[in-house]
C-alpha cells in the first residue's frame, strides 16, 4: 500500500506549467493557477508559467526548450486535449517523447470517471518523457487539473512517497544517452 516514508527528506521538484489556450492570459488562467498554487503548497518550485497557442510548433518550441534546461525538472501543460480542431497538445508533444507513459493516463482516466464518469473519454491527457524531463499533458480545466494533481503527480512527485516515486528515478532518465555517449 502507497504511503509517505517519514524518514525520507522532502525534495523539492522545479516544475514548469504550461497553458495551451487561444483566449486565455496569465490574470484568467484558472488552470495554470490552480497547478501553480499546488504545487508550490506541496513544497516545490513553480520554475517558469508562460501561455501558448494551439499551435503543434509553439507548444513543441517551448516544452523542448523548458526540457533542455537544466533548472526544470517536470513540465506540465494544461489545455488543448480534447477532440475539436484546436485541440493538438497530444500531437504536438507525444512525437516527442522518449518514452511515454501510458499508465499516467489509465490512473488519469480512472479518478476522472469517478468524478465526471463517461465524460472523461473526451481527454486525451498523456505523459512521457522529453530530454529526460517528465512531461504531462492535462485537459484544461480547472477540476481536471486538481484530479490529476491531487491523485497522481502530488504523490509521485513527492521523494517519500513510498514503495516508489518520479523524484527518485530522475537521476537515471538520461542513463541511455551517458551509455553513448550523448549526453
Not at 516514508?5 to 493557477?33: C, H, N, Q, Y
Not at 513544497?43 to 503543434?56: K, S
Amino acid at each position: 500500500m502507497a504511503r509517505i516514508d517519514e524518514t525520507r527528506p522532502f525534495v523539492p521538484v522545479k516544475i514548469a506549467v504550461l497553458t495551451v489556450s487561444d483566449t486565455r492570459k496569465l490574470e484568467d488562467d484558472k488552470s495554470g493557477s490552480t497547478l501553480a498554487e499546488r504545487l508550490l503548497a506541496a513544497g516545490h518550485t513553480l520554475a517558469e508559467r508562460a501561455i501558448v497557442t494551439d499551435d503543434v510548433n509553439k507548444i513543441r518550441d517551448k516544452v523542448l526548450s523548458w526540457s533542455a534546461d537544466p533548472d526544470i525538472d517536470v513540465i506540465i501543460t494544461t489545455g488543448g486535449t480534447g477532440f475539436t480542431g484546436r485541440d493538438v497538445t497530444p500531437e504536438a508533444l507525444e512525437p516527442i517523447f522518449e518514452k511515454r507513459m501510458d499508465g499516467f493516463s489509465e490512473v488519469f482516466h480512472r479518478i476522472s470517471y469517478d468524478k465526471i464518469g463517461t465524460s472523461t473519454v473526451q481527454s486525451r491527457a498523456t505523459g512521457g518523457v522529453v530530454n529526460a524531463t517528465f512531461v504531462f499533458v492535462l485537459p484544461g480545466s480547472p477540476g481536471a487539473c486538481k484530479d490529476a494533481w491531487d491523485g497522481i503527480l502530488q504523490h509521485q512527485l513527492d521523494y517519500r512517497h513510498m514503495p516508489c516515486n518520479f523524484v527518485e528515478i530522475m537521476p537515471r532518465l538520461d542513463e541511455h544517452l551517458k551509455r553513448t555517449g550523448k549526453a
